[in-house]
């Protein structure tokens, strides 16, 4: 079992446990169109998700890869997120604007990261910043 | 490459092509929630696509799989449907009220088929029906 494959399927038991069906979506690569790692609904809000996991910080994210899953959840209709596992300190959750352009790439430094919002955020407990 | 993921892939070139952003899922089995073989969204309509392909008809569906794909789209906040490609005569969709119970499963035959709609009802040319 891939490491990603792993934290994809913990992301997807803890968006089932607050209320949204939630998929994976298969390994990019076998088609050309930009494709988050998990879609997520719950009847009033759509999630286009990127899942990362790192043992330690900053992550750095692609200009391509951000751009795709800005894209793709413009078209879909969602809100893209990144949600980032860092060793240690969990799971946080990145709306686009949250990420600091660093040169040609986007990066999720300590400071960044203790602004990212919870699960639950998601489920509605503190909506307003991810309404925004 | 098995056959049901090269109408999967049909499919979503459709879909792409009629302006929604669409993924497949992973085969099922490795996850216990239920899960469609395709989610598609536009920004105002979203779709959970089960996908047939048979050489001739009737299609049945099982009780259990038209209920896990009813329950899926329910929660995530999707209009649910069958896509069905039959050999010689094309692709055409299907509500879940347009299945004919049949004993313990759901059916679509001839009848049936000729009154599915196409993608063109997708695009919103005759939404009419979809958004009932």
Known sequence: ???GYRF???LIHKLWEIGFAAVRTPASGVMSYPCPDIIAGNGRI????EVKMRSSLPLYLSKVEVNGLKEFAEMF????LVALKVKGLGWRLFTLDMLVESGGSYRID???FYRGFDFDEL???KQLRLSN
């Open 46 to 49: 759509y999630l286009a998700i």
């Open 1 to 3: 079992m891939k490491k």
């Open 123 to 125: 489920k509605g407990l």
């Open 77 to 80: 209709g969602a809100k893209p």
């Open 110 to 112: 300590e400071n960044t």
């Open 8 to 10: 994809e399927i913990e």
